[in-house]
């Protein structure tokens, strides 16, 4: 019976491919993009420890929960959930509707680095319209407001995802991480080391890792909104607390090592994370005139800071390209996870064959999607609890929903199932 459901649904070709693949779905735009931004602007030295404690103590575990269950159940979310405890259900769905808020942020993102990294490949051949040296160096202000193209890349960002999706577990979206993860690590050592040689980097260094507890009476930081955003940020990175582990669990054989895979996932995202750290935050104090306010750009930080670093380089343009697709590598491996754990709910729950599973999803993120990425040009003054759509559907997800569904499938499987299980 086991092996019916892993042989129809498919399954990891291998325990490496498993964690390719987990790994891609933690490590992507919220390690390279968020973190440091998040770390920018929530104290530096002090918000890395908070992040450290929690991954330790709460991602780790929520994410052996969610492996655990989803390999016991060898279902997704939803009818893992259901399967355990009538009662729980609605988590399942929750979790369902959490990916779909993170799709409609996360694709727009997703299409802003693909036109980064479509810009970087025009300028190795001179400029062009689509050309990353058309615009100088406000390419990002630019193109916020340019709808057309907002619009155009985020719809080629989801038709890349559902290639992927469609082609399915072993197929698709395990030899693509296979290959995208171990290149973007070492891509990201060259940049780091690059950046470590510049004279101002080691200011950064200091921000990064000497605490400075003055932050807490800062009133535009304070205690609560580093443990907020460190543990939001937590939550979004590990990708746990909606479902997508149960999942990725669900197609994982019984001989393999739980716990150890847990590890290897968590600890693999936060080395990235600071990885990613490590390159933007010295890079704002080597390349912004020591200029520490840049830290405060927020979401822009990633996309105004990078090309500063890829200017001053010998081969900058061949940087940025490689650069921006490994991005898009990573973002693409970790929306293919949201979008398979919406996939697999509909393939389980209605017994949809996979492509029109993946046709119907790909038709939702259109629709939903287009709000945030419209957040800044057209709909600029439309706002949702004083936020952009885009800011709304991240503080929604990763502050509300996550922390919510991790605290209780903690409980689920402390009551339900107990521990010892
Ligand atoms: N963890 C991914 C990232 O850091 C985002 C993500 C969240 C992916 C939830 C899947 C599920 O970019």
């Not at 042989?7 to 490590?27: D, P, T, Y």
């Not at 968590?266 to 600071?274: F, K, Q, R």
């Not at 306010?293 to 380089?313: N, R």
């Not at 940087?319 to 990573?330: D, E, I, K, R, S």
């Amino acid at each position: 019976m086991d092996t019916d459901i892993k042989s129809k649904r498919g399954g990891w070709g291998s325990n490496f491919g498993f964690l390719m693949a987990s790994i891609g779905s933690a490590v992507g735009l919220g390690n390279i993009w968020g973190f440091p931004y998040k770390m920018g602007k929530s104290g530096g030295a002090v918000f890395l420890l908070f992040y450290l404690v929690l991954v330790v103590l709460v991602g780790v575990t929520v994410m052996l929960g969610e492996l655990a269950l989803g390999r016991r159940s060898g279902k997704s979310g939803v009818s893992t959930y259901r399967a355990l405890s009538k009662k729980y259900t609605w988590l399942g769905y929750a979790g369902v509707l959490c990916g779909f808020c993170i799709m409609c942020f996360y694709f727009v993102l997703g299409g802003i680095v693909l036109r980064y990294a479509v810009g970087y490949f025009l300028s190795l051949f001179g400029g062009s319209t689509f050309a990353w040296s058309g615009q100088g160096t406000d390419f990002f202000g630019y193109f916020l407001t340019d709808t057309k193209s907002m619009i155009l890349f985020f719809v080629l960002y989801i038709l890349l995802n559902i290639i992927v999706v469609s082609g399915g577990v072993h197929g698709g979206i395990e030899k693509f991480c296979n290959i995208g993860m171990p290149a973007l690590f070492c891509l990201l050592v060259f940049i780091i080391a690059y950046i470590a040689c510049q004279p101002g980097a080691a200011e950064g260094y200091k921000f990064m890792f000497r605490p400075d507890f003055s932050v807490f009476s800062d009133p535009n930081v304070g205690f609560g909104r580093v443990l907020k955003n460190a543990a939001g940020q937590m939550f979004f990175s590990l990708s746990i607390g909606l479902g997508v582990m149960i999942t990725y669990g669900s197609y994982l054989g019984k001989q393999e090592h739980l716990q150890r895979n847990a590890f290897i996932v968590c600890g693999a995202d936060t080395l990235i994370a600071v990885m990613a750290g490590l390159m933007i935050i010295p890079a704002v104090f080597a390349f912004s005139g020591g200029d520490p306010d840049t830290l405060q750009a927020g979401p822009a930080l990633m996309f105004i800071t990078i090309p500063k670093v890829f200017a001053s380089m010998g081969l900058g343009t061949v940087v940025g390209v490689l650069f921006f697709v490994l991005v898009l590598f990573a973002a693409v491996t970790s929306s293919i996870a949201l979008t398979e754990s919406a996939v697999s709910t509909f393939e389980d729950e209605l017994g949809w064959d996979r492509k029109k599973a993946t046709v119907l999803v790909g038709v939702i993120m259109v629709a939903l999607g287009t709000l945030s990425s419209l957040g800044y040009g057209p709909l600029a003054g439309v706002t949702v609890i004083g936020m952009q759509f885009l800011d709304f559907f991240d503080f929604l997800t990763n502050s509300v929903m996550m922390p919510i569904a991790a605290i209780a499938t903690c409980l689920l499987v402390s009551r339900v199932i107990g521990v010892d299980k």
